[in-house]
């Protein structure tokens, strides 16, 4: 697997049934049929970068160059992928190909995910913020995961 | 009750610059690393609050995925200014949730207006030629409608 910068023609990629913002979105399987899927822009300032898979997408975005961080955002279409492969490749290119110190993003438990997937690419659960999103009619807790790169 | 004045962006930037150190990650600005100009453009387009507390400013940031929720902010040492805020956000916005990012010299203010400890950022804020970690600090509200 190898991720690869984003083209206009990739834009059907950028949208699907996840919850908006996830560290790790995986498809939700009982989405609203008449909910829209969740979008994620295509990249516009520096702050931004945007990569795809063939069946997957991942947004490093609010990059901040002086504090070396940035908080990151996976999509992937199906959950047969290769989620462990991908957060290698998400981590190996926010380390090494943008020379940031930490990344970071939000986990919702609410949606089951796959923790034990975050925790081999090296990510760690940080804080739990309460009501930090709304989902299915009610505001949900979320945590806060991250890495560093100790150099 | 300390008084809250509303300041426009360019007027929070001038506050930040003259509150120095204790401005530094305000609402995830740094008036160190930042120019005033830099400073107003990323309170707008973060939709940031700015109000001045006496001889503090206090802000917030509204959570885009969570409008009860807000990311607050002070410059201030003491507790007086976090309540005076937390008071306004509550009673005028109906904000029920609020977090605060801020380092382990700040967090007084905060936790003596009722917030709790939630977690650590390691290595989240860069100053002084070193890393530093950030505590996250929440407190909930019932809400009142």
């Not at chain 1, 190909?97 to 939000?106: D, E, T, V």
């Not at chain 2, 382990?104 to 989240?124: D, M, N, Q, R, Y």
Request: include cysteine; charge should be negative; aromatic fraction near 8%.
């Amino acid at each position: 697997m190898k991720l690869r910068g984003y083209r206009g023609t990739d834009r059907g990629l950028l949208s699907g049934p996840w919850l908006a913002g996830e560290l790790l979105g995986l498809p939700i399987g009982d989405w609203p049929a008449l909910a829209e899927p969740t979008a994620v822009p295509p990249p516009t300032g520096d702050d931004e970068e945007l990569c795809v898979t063939d069946d997957a997408f991942v947004r490093y975005t609010a990059i901040d160059w002086v504090h070396r961080r940035a908080r990151v955002e996976i999509g992937v279409h199906s959950p047969l992928s290769d989620v462990d492969t991908l957060l290698a490749r998400a981590v190996e290119h926010g380390f090494t190909g943008l020379n940031l110190r930490r990344l970071h993003g939000w986990v919702t438990p609410v949606t089951r995910p796959d923790t034990e997937a975050l925790t081999a690419a090296g990510f760690r659960r940080e804080a739990v913020v309460p009501a930090a999103t709304w989902f299915d009619g009610a505001p949900a807790a979320r945590e806060i995961w991250g890495t560093i790169r100790h150099d | 009750m300390t008084d809250l004045r509303p300041l426009s962006p360019a007027e929070a930037a001038q506050g930040l610059r003259r509150a120095g150190d204790a401005a530094r990650g305000f609402l995830g600005t740094d008036p160190v690393t930042q120019n005033d100009a830099l400073l107003a453009r990323e309170l707008t387009r973060r939709e940031a609050q700015v109000y001045a507390a006496g001889g503090a400013l206090v802000g917030c940031v509204p959570n885009r995925a969570q409008p009860r929720q807000a990311y607050v902010s002070s410059t201030s040492a003491g507790p007086e200014p976090v309540r005076a805020l937390l008071g306004h956000l509550t009673t005028y916005q109906r904000r029920t949730s609020f977090v605060a990012l801020v380092p382990e010299e700040g967090a007084a203010a905060f936790l003596g207006a009722g917030f709790a400890h939630s977690g650590v950022l390691p290595g989240h804020h860069y100053a002084g030629h070193a890393f530093h970690d950030l505590l996250v600090l929440v407190k909930e509200e019932p809400c009142r409608s």
